[in-house]
């Protein structure tokens, strides 16, 4: 009796999971276009006051829906949720407001302008009425049931992605120079959306990033962030009180369909022509490595040349006691010296402009003076020592720090 107890539920447990497995399955993967990462120009010159300044970027991999989401693969998400969207909710904008509600919603997903629901014919059409909150939600289910992560695409992602990416043409808007031919838009829509995919793909294969319907990105909006957005992946503002969409949509102008355009909005806010696109992010770009400046040395132009050029020399500016920060680079010609006992060094100690040929030589000779006074100091026999100045030259080191030092740039050693 045990065994047969066993097997009913070893079959009964094998069922259930199957029908599990297929209830988390049960969720087609939307298609998605690879964006191979590289460097490209954001912004626009002649664009709106945000679209400024033009900056240099580059991002890595990533991918980025080929269509606008749409509404029926939103209402899967609804359907096995049970999710409400911030419009649906009584007067969502009010209360997180602190407003007395008026206890009316703003609008539905499932209604286009005039009110009536939207027609199982309609459902490869963007899913309109969509907060940036309700656009999360969904990226975090579809995570979940797919196994990927899900985002909205940042917002120089999207952008790069409607230029074309690498293979970018150049067009004004994304996919052509034809507005016509690439977008839904104000003067061509109807005033509603349209099923997605019907106009002219864009250089990677995606539709629709000009018009249709306005995206949201993932980013925080900043009206200055251009000037400080870093060179590499960027995410946007830590922080903000809108989020960012972009594209253009069925009821907009022309000049709002350019691929630079860029709109903001509450993150709670959602309308009939507010949408988003999908995106899995991929690995961020981090800046290269700052080369590691080697050492300095003197060694190798002494042995080569005979002479060498001396950086990192300070004085206070028209003084010539040298400060306390020139001693690793004088302890180079120590070291130097005592390695080579048989050496003998000429000191030509260069200057600051006095604007006077006369000054410029009292001013170099006794920074030369003192330099070799230092070096002395460290162990040098003075015999093995000149100093010269080089006053009647064109001063070299006009450099003041924000100390009000003066670095000598080039404080010159020679054999002699």
């Known amino acids: 009796m045990k065994t047969i107890l066993r097997l009913i539920f070893f079959v009964l447990s094998a ?5 599990s497995s297929a209830q988390t399955t049960n969720v087609k993967m939307p298609e998605m276009i690879l964006v191979k990462g590289g460097t490209f120009t954001m912004g626009l010159d002649n664009g709106n006051k945000d679209e400024l300044p033009i900056h240099k970027l580059t991002l890595g991999d990533y991918y980025i829906g080929k269509y606008e989401v749409t509404f029926s693969e939103f209402k899967k998400f609804v359907d096995a949720t049970g999710y409400i969207t911030d419009a649906e909710q009584p007067d969502t904008i009010r209360t997180k407001h602190g407003l007395p509600p008026k206890n009316v919603n703003n609008g539905s997903w499932k209604q286009y302008m005039n009110n009536k629901p939207v027609p ?34 940042t917002e120089a992602e999207w952008e790069f992605a409607a230029r074309g ?5 150049g067009y004004t808007y994304s996919g052509g120079n034809n507005l016509d031919e690439v977008a839904w838009y104000v003067d061509n829509s109807s005033a509603a959306p349209h099923r997605c995919g019907q106009k002219l793909a864009n250089e990677l294969g995606i539709y629709d990033m000009s018009g249709n319907i306005r995206e949201w990105c993932a980013d925080w909006y900043g009206e200055n962030y251009y000037k400080q957005s870093p060179g590499y992946s960027p995410m946007g503002p830590e922080r903000g009180k ?23 909005e509450y993150p709670y806010n959602s309308a009939l022509d507010i949408g988003f696109r999908l995106a899995i992010p991929g690995m961020a770009v981090k800046p290269p490595e700052p080369k590691k400046q080697e050492k300095a040395s003197i060694a190798k132009d002494l042995d080569e040349k005979g002479m060498a050029d001396i950086y990192g020399i300070y004085f206070d500016t028209g003084k010539w006691n ?26 030509q100690g260069h200057t600051d402009n006095t604007g006077t040929v006369a000054g410029n030589l009292v001013l170099s000779e006794k920074r030369s003076e ?20 080089y006053g009647d030259a064109k001063p070299i080191a006009d450099n003041k720090t924000t100390e ?11 054999k002699l």
């Open 15 to 19: 069922f259930i999971g199957t029908i």
């Open 370 to 389: 003192s330099i070799k006074a230092e070096i002395i100091k460290k162990g040098i026999d003075p015999a093995r020592l000149e100093s010269k100045g």
């Open 120 to 153: 199982l014919s309609d459902t490869d059409k963007p899913v309109g009425n969509i907060s940036w909150y309700d656009a999360m939600a969904y990226c975090k289910w579809l995570s979940e049931k797919t196994g990927k992560k899900f985002s909205l695409p």
């Open 322 to 347: 040298v400060k306390p920060e020139s001693f690793p680079v004088i302890d180079q010609i120590v070291t130097y010296m005592k390695d080579h006992p048989g050496t003998r060094f000429e000191i």
């Open 165 to 169: 990416g690498t293979l970018s043409k």
């Open 242 to 264: 809108n989020r960012v969409l972009r594209g253009g949509a069925w009821g907009s102008p022309e000049n709002r369909m350019r691929f630079t355009y860029r709109n903001n």
């Open 404 to 414: 009000g030092r003066t670095q000598n740039r080039r404080v010159t050693i020679k």
